[in-house]
């Protein structure tokens, strides 16, 4: 993974003065609530129900065991002794005390770490393939991009105060795990007919109150002109995106009021002037980055290995584990492992210090010190040799971290919700564990097949309802909260938006009404048909019908 | 008369914002003035006869609309009305990088400490501090960050200067 040199270094260590400073100077009265609000949200801190919220970045997703240490250290002794991974691949602490957020960057500072930007209306933590650099799908690896693209946006002094958040993913695979259509900004990295690397450029996506899919502006830009087009996009963003209006500041109604084609040109038109510009990236800053991902020192493995092929016959537990949180990796004889934080009862997202200290060790054991986290909020170790699998699971069953559910029912997606966020209308964790509650049932989970639920607490959409195959959203009535269920979302490089079906539901009907939308499937999917796809082909009425027809 | 900072040192200005100019009798005679554009665009060959007027910019003007005047303006305002507006930051590069502007770039409104290297960085050189803000310590403000990945105004991307051993020191105006 990328290393601070002393250069990287000092920039946090003085951006973790400065906000110390600012942080004295509000406590003191010196600035006020409103001068200083926006500072903190430049610095990942919120101010929540309980208490603030900080938000540390993990660029990328890629953690090292000793910053995943620092992160359980930090949970031990500023918070209550756990962390929330994020639908973004940070890590929010819910509980420390504002006084003390210096002293956790400072701490933060020496592994590397830091808050810069996870809030507020600038440029945010650069999201990525959390397989990067081990799926066999790939055609380029995002990471050297990802950091490349990670220190353009840290403190880029035109950007920081922007018309609203601004959100960046980069994929360099076919299968896309990045979430890049439904970004401000998703770049895919492509190679062209030439041999030359460059990115497919796509803009205007989100979800949260307006879900759009993203449009490709540019089909292949020459990698040495990211920074300059990034640049130019910024610019047209800045300069025009809505400020009238919180909820119409987004890029995507920008793109959208000017409709894509004279977007583009703008954009191409602020890019033809940026071309030449000092921010070109040379060739040999993109190789000195890609050195920090060179592959790890690899075991030259024949890739079948015969007691992992006896094991996964005899120990159905294990098979299941195998077939549900295990990915071929392009490596003969390694796997690519996905620690579940789903378990029933644990709100999704959430691991203890504990566990994360205990993840740690397993990481330096088995997969060459490096953790992953995805935006679906688990945790990934990508390096695991096949022959090390049955060692790693008992190991990850004692931990609670074997659940085998990846992209089945319950690896539900979900914010932190009306428990902790203050701009929630509705609990979320209280409905996704009511719902794995009643799907308890592996045999039928695993005869369901890939399955997402995904569920926000309101519209501003941090659980990714409009995308799960199965979409929940709180919404507040009169007061109440109630749940409006949508069906036939998708993410990925098929990305769709979920139908919502009717009317919401009181959240102890939320079970209930999962239950009868898989009945229709049941009945009627034809073989090997996913859920979503069923919904798909046979669009919102049955399945509607079905619902209300006992409800009513 | 708000203190304004300039190429790094707190100064005493001579340039009176007149924040809204219907026609000549809004100016005092001799006086040296920064008008809205608007009023500029409308008066442009008279104000351009009288001398000492210059112009600021709203957070929505065109900075193209002023180029083919640069050479007659030795201040450029620009107003943020609320320090979250951030649109002065992309004028004011628009100014220096493709403009070639060359005279002071001036910020104005809701300036604030917080912002000033930033500030700085996109192309300001001068910056008139919300009434009653520490001057001094707004100063020191510049220095916080000694460095930047970026290319900005003041400075060539991080990538380029890698080999470059000489310390960093904050921000370098050009002119001081």
């Given at each position: 993974?990328?290393?601070?040199?002393?250069?990287?270094?000092?920039?946090?260590?003085?951006?973790?003065?400065?906000?110390?400073?600012?942080?004295?100077?509000?406590?003191?009265?010196?600035?006020?609530?409103?001068?200083?609000?926006?500072?903190?949200?430049?610095?990942?801190?919120?101010?929540?129900?309980?208490?603030?919220?900080?938000?540390?970045?993990?660029?990328?997703?890629?953690?090292?065991?000793?910053?995943?240490?620092?992160?359980?250290?930090?949970?031990?002794?500023?918070?209550?002794?756990?962390?929330?991974?994020?639908?973004?691949?940070?890590?929010?602490?819910?509980?420390?005390?504002?006084?003390?957020?210096?002293?956790?960057?400072?701490?933060?500072?020496?592994?590397?770490?830091?808050?810069?930007?996870?809030?507020?209306?600038?440029?945010?933590?650069?999201?990525?393939?959390?397989?990067?650099?081990?799926a066999g799908d790939e055609v380029i690896?995002?990471?050297?991009?990802?950091?490349?693209?990670?220190?353009?946006?840290?403190?880029?002094?035109?950007?920081?105060?922007?018309?609203?958040?601004?959100?960046?993913?980069?994929?360099?695979?076919?299968?896309?795990?990045?979430?890049?259509?439904?970004?401000?900004?998703?770049?895919?990295?492509?190679?062209?007919?030439?041999?030359?690397?460059?990115?497919?450029?796509?803009?205007?996506?989100?979800?949260?109150?307006?879900?759009?899919?993203?449009?490709?502006?540019?089909?292949?830009?020459?990698?040495?002109?990211?920074?300059?087009?990034?640049?130019?996009?910024?610019?047209?963003?800045?300069?025009?995106?809505?400020?009238?209006?919180?909820?119409?500041?987004?890029?995507?109604?920008?793109?959208?009021?000017?409709?894509?084609?004279?977007?583009?040109?703008?954009?191409?038109?602020?890019?033809?002037?940026?071309?030449?510009?000092?921010?070109?990236?040379?060739?040999?800053?993109?190789?000195?980055?890609?050195?920090?991902?060179?592959?790890?020192?690899?075991?030259?493995?024949?890739?079948?290995?015969?007691?992992?092929?006896?094991?996964?016959?005899?120990?159905?537990?294990?098979?299941?584990?195998?077939?549900?949180?295990?990915?071929?990796?392009?490596?003969?004889?390694?796997?690519?492992?996905?620690?579940?934080?789903?378990?029933?009862?644990?709100?999704?997202?959430?691991?203890?210090?504990?566990?994360?200290?205990?993840?740690?060790?397993?990481?330096?054991?088995?997969?060459?010190?490096?953790?992953?986290?995805?935006?679906?909020?688990?945790?990934?170790?990508?390096?695991?040799?096949?022959?090390?699998?049955?060692?790693?699971?008992?190991?990850?069953?004692?931990?609670?971290?074997?659940?085998?559910?990846?992209?089945?029912?319950?690896?539900?997606?979900?914010?932190?919700?009306?428990?902790?966020?203050?701009?929630?209308?509705?609990?979320?964790?209280?409905?996704?564990?009511?719902?794995?509650?009643?799907?308890?049932?592996?045999?039928?989970?695993?005869?369901?097949?890939?399955?997402?639920?995904?569920?926000?607490?309101?519209?501003?959409?941090?659980?990714?309802?409009?995308v799960g195959h199965i979409g929940v959203?709180?919404?507040?009535?009169?007061?109440?909260?109630?749940?409006?269920?949508?069906?036939?979302?998708?993410?990925?490089?098929?990305?769709?938006?979920?139908?919502?079906?009717?009317?919401?539901?009181?959240?102890?009907?939320?079970?209930?009404?999962?239950?009868?939308?898989?009945?229709?499937?049941?009945?009627?999917?034809?073989?090997?048909?996913?859920?979503?796809?069923?919904?798909?082909?046979?669009?919102?009425?049955?399945?509607?019908?079905?619902?209300?027809?006992?409800?009513? | 008369?708000?203190?304004?900072?300039?190429?790094?040192?707190?100064?005493?200005?001579?340039?009176?914002?007149?924040?809204?100019?219907?026609?000549?009798?809004?100016?005092?005679?001799?006086?040296?003035?920064?008008?809205?554009?608007?009023?500029?665009?409308?008066?442009?060959?008279?104000?351009?006869?009288?001398?000492?007027?210059?112009?600021?910019?709203?957070?929505?003007?065109?900075?193209?609309?002023?180029?083919?005047?640069?050479?007659?303006?030795?201040?450029?305002?620009?107003?943020?009305?609320?320090?979250?507006?951030?649109?002065?930051?992309?004028?004011?590069?628009?100014?220096?990088?493709?403009?070639?502007?060359?005279?002071?770039?001036?910020?104005?409104?809701?300036?604030?400490?917080?912002?000033?290297?930033?500030?700085?960085?996109?192309?300001?050189?001068?910056?008139?501090?919300?009434?009653?803000?520490?001057?001094?310590?707004a100063l020191e403000s510049l220095r916080?960050?000694?460095?930047?990945?970026?290319?900005?105004?003041?400075?060539?991307?991080?990538?380029?200067?890698?080999?470059?051993?000489?310390?960093?020191?904050?921000?370098?105006?050009?002119?001081?």
């Amino acid at each position: 993974m990328y290393r601070y040199d002393a250069f990287d270094q000092r920039l946090v260590d003085e951006r973790v003065a400065q906000f110390r400073d600012q942080t004295h100077r509000f406590l003191t009265g010196e600035l006020s609530e409103d001068d200083f609000r926006p500072l903190r949200l430049q610095n990942g801190l919120y101010i929540q129900k309980h208490a603030p919220m900080l938000r540390v970045a993990i660029p990328y997703g890629v953690v090292s065991s000793e910053q995943l240490r620092m992160l359980a250290r930090i949970g031990r002794t500023y918070d209550r002794g756990y962390g929330h991974f994020t639908t973004r691949q940070n890590v929010q602490f819910n509980w420390p005390t504002l006084a003390d957020v210096p002293d956790i960057l400072a701490d933060l500072a020496t592994v590397q770490m830091h808050a810069i930007q996870t809030s507020g209306n600038c440029v945010r933590n650069i999201t990525g393939d959390h397989f990067a650099g081990v799926a066999g799908d790939e055609v380029i690896d995002p990471r050297p991009y990802c950091e490349l693209v990670r220190q353009w946006s840290a403190l880029h002094p035109e950007f920081a105060y922007l018309p609203r958040k601004f959100k960046i993913a980069i994929t360099g695979a076919t299968t896309d795990r990045a979430a890049i259509l439904v970004h401000d900004i998703g770049l895919q990295a492509v190679r062209n007919d030439s041999g030359d690397d460059g990115f497919r450029v796509i803009v205007g996506g989100g979800l949260g109150r307006t879900p759009v899919i993203g449009h490709v502006i540019r089909e292949f830009l020459p990698r040495a002109q990211i920074l300059n087009y990034l640049d130019a996009i910024l610019r047209v963003y800045n300069r025009f995106g809505r400020r009238d209006n919180k909820y119409k500041a987004r890029i995507k109604i920008l793109v959208k009021e000017q409709t894509p084609p004279i977007f583009t040109t703008h954009v191409e038109a602020e890019w033809e002037h940026l071309k030449e510009s000092a921010a070109t990236v040379p060739d040999a800053e993109v190789e000195r980055i890609a050195a920090s991902f060179a592959p790890p020192p690899y075991a030259s493995l024949s890739g079948d290995d015969a007691d992992f092929r006896a094991a996964l016959a005899d120990n159905r537990g294990f098979g299941n584990w195998v077939k549900r949180n295990v990915f071929p990796h392009k490596v003969p004889g390694y796997a690519v492992v996905t620690l579940s934080l789903k378990k029933t009862g644990v709100p999704p997202g959430d691991a203890t210090s504990d566990q994360m200290d205990a993840i740690a060790d397993l990481a330096d054991h088995y997969s060459f010190g490096e953790v992953r986290v995805s935006h679906e909020q688990n945790l990934i170790f990508a390096d695991v040799r096949q022959s090390a699998l049955q060692a790693l699971w008992t190991k990850l069953k004692d931990l609670g971290l074997a659940t085998p559910n990846i992209g089945l029912l319950t690896d539900i997606i979900c914010c932190p919700g009306g428990d902790f966020c203050s701009l929630a209308n509705a609990k979320s964790i209280p409905i996704a564990e009511a719902i794995q509650r009643r799907f308890d049932d592996l045999d039928y989970l695993h005869d369901l097949g890939e399955l997402d639920i995904n569920i926000s607490g309101c519209m501003n959409a941090c659980g990714h309802h409009h995308v799960g195959h199965i979409g929940v959203l709180g919404v507040d009535k009169n007061g109440e909260e109630w749940y409006q269920v949508s069906i036939g979302g998708t993410q990925g490089e098929h990305a769709a938006l979920g139908k919502v079906i009717g009317p919401s539901f009181a959240a102890h009907e939320m079970p209930d009404v999962v239950a009868r939308l898989l009945d229709v499937y049941v009945a009627r999917r034809f073989a090997d048909e996913r859920f979503v796809d069923t919904a798909r082909r046979l669009g919102i009425e049955p399945f509607k019908e079905h619902v209300y027809a006992a409800a009513h | 008369m708000p203190q304004l900072i300039k190429q790094g040192t707190v100064i005493v200005d001579c340039w009176v914002l007149v924040r809204e100019a219907e026609s000549l009798a809004d100016l005092v005679d001799g006086e040296p003035v920064i008008v809205p554009l608007a009023f500029w665009l409308q008066a442009r060959a008279v104000l351009i006869a009288r001398g000492n007027a210059c112009v600021w910019l709203r957070p929505d003007d065109d900075p193209a609309t002023i180029a083919p005047d640069l050479r007659f303006l030795p201040v450029i305002a620009i107003d943020f009305p609320v320090f979250t507006d951030g649109r002065g930051y992309s004028t004011a590069r628009l100014l220096r990088e493709r403009y070639a502007y060359q005279g002071e770039l001036r910020a104005i409104g809701d300036v604030q400490r917080d912002q000033l290297q930033y500030l700085a960085h996109s192309g300001f050189d001068a910056f008139a501090l919300r009434a009653g803000d520490d001057a001094q310590a707004a100063l020191e403000s510049l220095r916080e960050l000694s460095d930047g990945y970026q290319a900005t105004g003041l400075r060539t991307p991080w990538f380029q200067r890698r080999a470059d051993t000489s310390p960093p020191d904050g921000v370098r105006f050009p002119g001081a």
